[in-house]
Structure formats: C-alpha cells, structure tokens
C-alpha cells in the first residue's frame, strides 16, 4: 500500500479526524464545534516553552515568546500589507477585510474606491494610535476598503446590526460591528492575538477583551464569548495561514499562536 505523509504545518491527528468523522455520522450536525487540537512544525522549536500548559500559564508562555519581534513604521505597514495580504489569483492586488474585495495594490490611500490601514484592534481602544508597537503591529492590521473601514470605526465586535454598504455581508449597529462569516475568525484570533501579545509589561496598556460593546478609549474590546464562537465557526485559512507565515518569515519574526493552535483560545479563555 501507498504511504500517504501528512503535510508538515498543520498536521491533525488522524485519530481526532477518523472521530470525528463517525461522531457526524452518529449525531446532528452543529453550527459551530470547538477547535480541534493541532500539531506544528514549530510546536518543538518556536512553541517548545508552551506545550502542554493551560489558563493563565499558557497565556503568559505565549506572551514571552510573542513579544520577541521587529517592529516596523507605520509608513512601512503599506508595503507589508501588499504582501501579507497579496491575493492569491492575482498579485497585482490585495483582499479587502470585511469585504472580501479584490483590489489593486495601487489604490492605497485614503479616497473613496482606495483600500486603507484597518487597526483591527481599534488603536482608540488603549490609546496607542500609530506609534511603532501596537499601533504597527501587522498581526492585527489589515487591507480595508475606505469606507467600510470608516463605517467599522472603533466599534467592538457582537452579533447584529444593518448591511453594511460594500462590506460582502457585514453587519453594523450603534455600537458594534460584525464581519462577513469568512472574516468572523480572522477576527478572533487576530484580537485575541493582541490580547496575549500587549500585557502592559512595555509601555503599552495591558490589552483584554470583555463581554462588553461600546468600551470607548478603554483597553478593552469585547464580547468575548462571541469571538470565541467565531474562532470555531471560521477555522484558519490558507490565506490567514499564509499571511501568518510571510509576517513571521519577512517582518516580525513572530506568530499568531492562535492560527497555528485555535484551540489555545479554549484552554486560556
């Protein structure tokens, strides 16, 4: 018989498939199921000092590890996006978040019809603007069309809201902002990502998501049960994938634990 070899980077066990496999044949299927454990290759290198733990301990091996990265301008963050952000099918151009549009790299800027810097984590939320640090950090910035971006604001993130114009199935209200399903664990992890990585330890505020909407200037960004829900809901993507590796291999030389491991979310929060 034909050996099949597992591809390197996110290797599941075959067991944890095969299970889940017979449990979907045994039970209704459900909207949402929580993050299976994964292995890596960087598990017994990058990783080595947080295997195994959990709570409190595994969020502050993480921190430790997460916070060893180059910083770059915010000036330099255009160029980084056109290649974080590259479009797969096209690499003259970019993919939007929140809208899923493809753009040309070229219309970077700030007029209608151009893409812009969207800070994920709103930079009100903590008051870190665009200084280098939080403010520059390509983990949670991301390409956005001009006006959805604005219409997203510093709003925190729930379920609900109006369509929002342009935005491939986002939703908005008074005080929060829902991204498209294909973005909804992006979302999560990349929030959740600035929430181990700024703890208050560099001069920066110590950065915690809530079970609140309309958190204003404060450090915090909520609801986290929701974005828990959309960690399992929307599992990482070759893209985010892709996009995790070129920030590692070409600029910070750090990752995004929680696409490597989505089921760290769960055993910290």
Do not use: C
């Not at 996006?81 to 070229?106: E, F, H, M, W």
């Amino acid at each position: 018989m034909l050996a099949i070899r597992l591809p390197g980077r996110r290797r599941k066990a075959v067991a944890l498939a095969t299970a889940a496999v017979l449990t979907a044949l045994a039970a209704p299927a459900l909207t949402a199921t929580e993050a299976t454990a994964t292995t890596t290759d960087y598990d017994t290198t990058y990783y080595k000092n947080a295997i195994g733990k959990t709570g409190t301990s595994l969020k502050s091996s993480l921190h430790t590890i997460i916070s060893s990265q180059t910083k770059i301008s915010y000036s330099a963050v255009w160029n980084a996006l056109k290649a974080t952000d590259q479009d797969p099918n096209n690499s003259n151009n970019v993919i939007l978040l929140y809208s899923g549009v493809s753009r040309s790299k070229s219309l970077n800027g700030g007029d209608v019809g151009d893409w812009n810097r969207e800070h994920t984590w709103a930079k009100s939320h903590g008051d870190f603007g665009e200084a280098t640090g939080p403010g520059t950090d390509l983990h949670h910035l991301r390409p956005a069309d001009v006006q959805v971006n604005s219409i997203r604001g510093n709003l925190d993130f729930d379920n609900g809201g109006s369509t929002v114009s342009n935005g491939g199935g986002s939703l908005v209200d008074s005080d929060s902002f829902e991204p498209r399903d294909a973005d909804k664990g992006d979302v999560a992890r990349m929030i959740l990502y600035m929430a181990v990585r700024y703890e208050g330890d560099d001069g920066w505020a110590d950065l915690e998501p809530n079970e609140k909407v309309g958190n204003g200037s404060n450090p915090y960004i909520g609801k986290l049960s929701v974005l828990k829900a959309w960690n399992d809901e929307d599992p990482p993507s070759a893209f985010e994938e892709n996009r995790n590796q070129v920030i590692y291999d070409s600029y910070q030389h750090n990752r995004n634990p929680f696409i490597d491991h989505p089921e760290w979310v769960e055993a910290i929060w």
